[in-house]
């Protein structure tokens, strides 16, 4: 993928899908090892498919042996400054389905936890989209050229684009898959499913401008929006509670704020990093009416 080679990636990862599900069958159904088959042909086919990509990784020349303290302690540095990014999407969403099963209850719990797998479909399109889009704006990034900052632009529109129209699909068909994937008792979970879309999509927009902020080597900037979102959001969540009503659809209006608001600090903190046209259609329409 990091080629821009997405049908040769597409192969690998069906490949890897095809290859478990046939050990699967394989241990399960022809040698009888119930839930244990699973787990040997998860980590049969991981470790086979692990060991082909390092295998072509390094006949591609991308692996050497070298020891350079410097690199080592540069790269040290970065991985930690994205750690709390990394970790942000579990404490924005998944911590929250403790504190609902603690203060609200057990059903409402679950009924957030069901719409819940029903939002999360956003961050996959998104995971999915990324794996295109990143080795292409990385290149164009890297290129640091005049004259394609409008395609750097473009792309990352389109990518912020393909995001929110995924978040307004789902959003329509989210009473269908309810329906049509839960059982009767967590139909209810429909308006929070349809909120948490919102919420999730929002954090992939902020996701969208952690890869940029993280090619700018700004890992410290990705490290306090993400601090400051979650504080924020948790901030909001018992305001709610302590002035109003603590339900699950204040929790879910208070991550969709925290999204709003690190969304926009993230997008200005690229710019800070990069001075990108980020309004060239407006220019464009400013020179068409001054050659009239």
């Known amino acids: 993928v990091a080629e821009g080679n997405s049908m040769a990636f597409a192969k690998y990862q069906n490949s890897f899908s095809l290859t478990a599900v046939l050990t699967t069958l394989l241990f399960v159904v022809v040698f009888e090892l119930n839930w244990q088959g699973r787990v040997y042909s998860l980590v049969g086919t991981t470790v086979l498919f692990s060991s082909l990509a390092l295998y072509f990784i390094k006949t591609k020349g991308f692996?050497?042996?070298?020891?350079?303290?410097?690199?080592?302690?540069?790269?040290?540095?970065e991985s930690v400054g994205v750690l709390p990014y990394s970790v942000s999407f579990w404490f924005k969403n998944a911590a929250l389905m403790l504190l609902i099963?603690?203060?609200?209850?057990?059903?409402?719990?679950?009924?957030?936890?069901?719409?819940?797998?029903?939002?999360?479909?956003?961050?996959?399109?998104?995971?999915?989209?990324k794996k295109v889009w990143q080795p292409y704006i990385f290149q164009l990034l890297a290129k640091d050229s005049a004259k394609d900052q409008v395609k750097i632009v473009k792309s990352i529109y389109l990518y912020l684009f393909l995001i929110i129209l995924i978040g307004l699909v789902l959003i329509v068909m989210a009473k269908f898959i309810v329906e049509l994937a839960l059982d009767e008792q967590y139909h209810d979970a429909?308006?929070?499913?349809?909120?948490?879309?919102?919420?999730?999509?929002?954090?992939?927009?902020f996701a969208a401008m952690g890869e940029l902020m993280m090619f700018f080597k700004a890992t410290r900037n990705l490290t306090f929006a993400s601090i400051a979102?979650?504080?924020?959001?948790?901030?909001?969540?018992?305001?709610?509670?302590?002035?109003?009503?603590?339900?699950?659809?204040?929790?879910?209006?208070?991550?969709?704020?925290?999204?709003?608001?690190t969304f926009v600090l993230s997008w200005r903190m690229v710019?800070?990093?990069?001075?990108?046209?980020?309004?060239?259609?407006?220019?464009?329409?400013?020179?068409?009416?001054?050659?009239?």
């Not at 429909?190 to 927009?205: D, E, G, N, S, W």
């Not at 979102?229 to 991550?255: A, C, D, R, W």
Request: aromatic share 14%.
């Open 229 to 261: 979102g979650i504080v924020l959001q948790y901030g909001l969540i018992f305001g709610f509670g302590l002035y109003s009503e603590f339900t699950v659809m204040t929790v879910i209006i208070s991550t969709i704020i925290a999204g709003i608001f």
């Open 101 to 129: 099963a603690n203060l609200i209850g057990k059903y409402e719990s679950g009924l957030y936890a069901s719409a819940f797998r029903i939002a999360i479909i956003v961050n996959f399109a998104a995971l999915s989209l």
């Open 63 to 77: 692996i050497a042996i070298e020891y350079n303290t410097k690199k080592i302690w540069h790269t040290i540095k």
């Open 271 to 292: 710019s800070r990093q990069k001075s990108l046209p980020w309004l060239f259609f407006l220019s464009k329409k400013t020179k068409s009416k001054d050659c009239i």
């Open 190 to 205: 429909t308006p929070y499913a349809r909120y948490l879309i919102v919420a999730i999509a929002l954090q992939a927009l």
